[in-house]
T-cell receptor, first 105, second 118 residues
């Protein structure tokens, strides 16, 4: 079992819709959870981090953490074409394979 | 703030060459930096944790004699790929966190180095 698992996608949503990205992890003792965005050929850039169960909102982004289910998600509201990228879930220092998101105009 | 600079951005060289990649924290001190490797359309694979003033901690399966890491100051870590071969071609990325508690802090990434071995 991989330590951090994500659906590789691609996930395609129309402009203005909500994009939902999911991630599961195997280490029940994990304490820190991060979402990064990576454009093709570029390094990852941090979007959000979350440490506690529940929701954390930052602008159009909401991170959701459920430690009992070992599940963390990222919601992107009012998706824009510029949001098209690969989204990486990281748990502690381990990264998932990423989900490629395409937002169609 | 929290800028990490990585150099060079791209290297193309012949098989057997050793290549050094630098990672600098520009506006903060980083006692710990991290080196990742990424193949096309794959996720980041943690190679090693670079500790200032001490030996690096390598992940399982990463050859320490192949990938030499030096962290001589609080703002600089280097990765040297020794006697590089075509299979070492990849995108190498460094990162650092601002505080000393590294496992629960966001990482700030350098721009990466694309290494191509002919």
């Amino acid at each position: 079992q991989k330590e951090v698992e994500q659906n590789s996608g691609p996930l395609s949503v129309p402009e203005g819709a909500i994009a939902s990205l999911n991630c599961t992890y195997s280490d029940r003792g994990s304490q820190s959870f991060f979402w990064y965005r990576q454009y093709s050929g570029k390094s990852p850039e941090l979007i959000m981090f979350i440490y506690s169960n529940g929701d954390k909102e930052d602008g159009r982004f909401t991170a959701q953490l459920n430690k009992a289910s070992q599940y963390v998600s990222l919601l992107i509201r009012d998706s824009q074409p510029s949001d098209s990228a690969t989204y990486l879930c990281a748990v502690n220092m381990r990264f998932g394979a990423g989900t490629r998101l395409t937002v169609k105009p | 703030g929290a800028v990490v600079s990585q150099h060079p951005s791209r290297v193309i060289c012949k098989s057997g060459t050793s290549v050094k990649i630098e990672c600098r924290s520009l506006d903060f001190q980083a006692t710990t930096m991290f080196w990742y490797r990424q193949f096309p359309k794959k996720s980041l694979m943690l190679m090693a944790t670079s500790n200032e003033g001490s030996k690096a901690t390598y992940e399982q399966g990463v050859e320490k004699d192949k990938f030499l890491i030096n962290h001589a100051s609080l703002t600089l870590s280097t990765l040297t790929v020794t006697s590089a071969h075509p299979e070492d071609s990849s995108f190498y990325i460094c990162s650092a966190s601002i505080t000393g508690s590294v496992s629960n802090q966001p990482q700030h990434f350098g721009d990466g180095t694309r290494l191509s071995i002919l």
